[in-house]
C-alpha cells in the first residue's frame, strides 16, 4: 500500500511547490508537432490538435494507434521526443507536477483497491491528491451521490459489478476537482445500460466546466462527444465535429445490405468484387456497402446476378463507425498493406 500511495502522490505532485505563471488560453489542450519515439518505432508522429475548455474531446483509433502514448505526454508521465503540448496552459516538459495537480485520470483497469471498501477508496485518493479533510468531507458527499453509493460506503470495491465500480473510480479521479479529465476507454467492459449512465456524469461534468478527453472503442460513444479526432499509425487523419466528420469525411452513397437468407460471408466477398464498390464490411447483422453510386435497385440487380437474389439495399447516413473503417481503409491503401 505505502508503494502504491508514493507512486499516485508522484503522479499527483508531489509536495505542491508554488505554482508559476501559466498562460491565459480557452484551451485546454494545445499541441504542435507532438512526437514520441522509442527507439526506431514512432508512436506518435507529429500530431496538432486543440481542446477547448469545456469540451468532450473524443480520440478514437484502432489498438496500437498512438492513444495512449499521447495521453502519457500530455500527462507528464513520459517526456515528447519533438514538438510541443500545454496543458491548462503549462508546458507538458518544464511544468508537469502543476498538470498533474490539476487533472483526473481514469482508465479502463479501474485504478481502485478491491480489498477497500467504497469509504475507503475515496480517502485514498483524497489524500494523494492533498485534499483538506473540510473539503474533503464536501467532496465525499458529492461523490456517492453523484455514483448512487449512498448507503454502499463500507462495501468492499471487490463484491461491486463493473458498472459500480466504474462510477466509483470516476468519483475517485474527479475528488480533487480537476479542471481536466483523462479517460482512456473507460467503458470497456461495462454494458449498454451503464454506459449510457456513465455518459449522463460526464455531461454533469462538462456542465461544470470539466474538460474531457476520452478514448473509447465504442463508436457509438463517439456522437456524445463535441469534437473527435481520429489517430491511426501514429498520425491524426481526421478532425472535427461527429457532424463534420461524417458529411466532410464521408463523400459517397452508403447502402446498408441485408442479406435476407443469403449466406453473408459469400454476399460480402461478391460486394467487395463488385467495381462499383468501395468498401464493403460487417456492420451488425447487416453488411455496408460504399458505392460508387446512389441507385439502390442498381445493386439490387447485380447482387441479383451474382446470385443474391433476395439481398436488399437501402441508402443510409454514414455513421461514425463507417468514417471509421472508411479512414483506417483508405491509410492502409495508402501504405499499400
Not at 508546458?91 to 471498501?117: C, H, N, W
Not at 443474391?308 to 483506417?328: C, K, N, S, W, Y
Request: with cysteine; charged share 30%.
Amino acid at each position: 500500500m505505502a508503494l502504491w500511495a508514493d507512486r499516485m502522490r508522484a503522479i499527483a505532485g508531489g509536495s505542491r511547490p508554488a505554482d508559476e505563471p501559466r498562460a491565459i488560453s480557452d484551451f485546454a489542450i494545445e499541441t504542435h508537432a507532438l512526437t514520441k519515439r522509442f527507439g526506431d518505432f514512432t508512436a506518435v508522429d507529429g500530431i496538432d490538435f486543440a481542446v477547448a475548455r469545456g469540451e468532450i474531446f473524443g480520440f478514437l483509433g484502432p489498438n496500437g494507434s498512438g492513444k495512449t502514448t499521447t495521453i502519457r505526454m500530455l500527462t507528464g508521465t513520459i517526456m515528447p521526443t519533438d514538438g510541443t503540448a500545454d496543458v491548462l496552459g503549462y508546458d507538458v516538459r518544464r511544468d508537469p507536477e502543476a498538470i498533474r495537480r490539476r487533472i483526473g485520470y481514469m482508465s479502463q483497469k479501474f485504478a481502485l483497491f478491491e480489498d477497500l471498501t467504497v469509504d475507503e477508496n475515496l480517502r485514498f485518493y483524497a489524500g494523494v491528491y492533498d485534499v483538506e479533510p473540510e473539503r474533503f468531507a464536501e467532496r465525499r458527499r458529492y461523490v456517492l451521490e453523484m455514483a448512487d453509493l449512498v448507503g454502499r460506503e463500507h462495501e468492499l470495491t471487490a463484491n461491486l459489478s463493473v458498472g459500480w465500480k466504474q462510477r466509483l473510480a470516476l468519483g475517485a479521479a474527479t475528488i480533487h476537482e480537476p479542471e481536466l479529465l483523462f479517460l482512456d476507454e473507460p467503458t470497456s467492459g461495462v454494458d449498454p445500460v451503464a454506459r449510457r449512465h456513465f455518459w449522463d456524469l460526464l455531461y454533469d461534468l462538462a456542465e461544470q466546466g470539466v474538460t474531457l478527453f476520452v478514448t473509447t472503442h465504442y463508436m457509438d460513444e463517439a456522437t456524445h462527444c463535441h469534437r473527435l479526432a481520429f489517430i491511426y499509425a501514429g498520425r491524426l487523419i481526421a478532425e472535427g465535429t461527429p457532424f463534420e466528420i461524417r458529411t466532410q469525411v464521408m463523400t459517397q452513397q452508403i447502402f446498408e445490405v441485408r442479406p435476407d437468407g443469403a449466406d453473408v460471408d459469400a454476399l460480402l466477398e461478391a460486394l467487395e468484387r463488385d467495381p462499383d464498390i468501395v468498401e464493403a464490411y460487417l456492420s451488425g447483422a447487416t453488411l455496408h456497402a460504399v458505392a460508387a453510386e446512389d441507385d439502390a435497385r442498381a445493386l439490387e440487380r447485380r447482387m441479383a446476378d451474382a446470385g443474391f437474389a433476395t439481398a436488399r439495399a437501402v441508402g443510409i447516413e454514414p455513421t461514425i463507425e463507417d468514417v471509421f473503417v472508411h479512414l483506417v481503409t483508405r491509410e492502409k491503401e495508402a501504405a499499400g498493406d
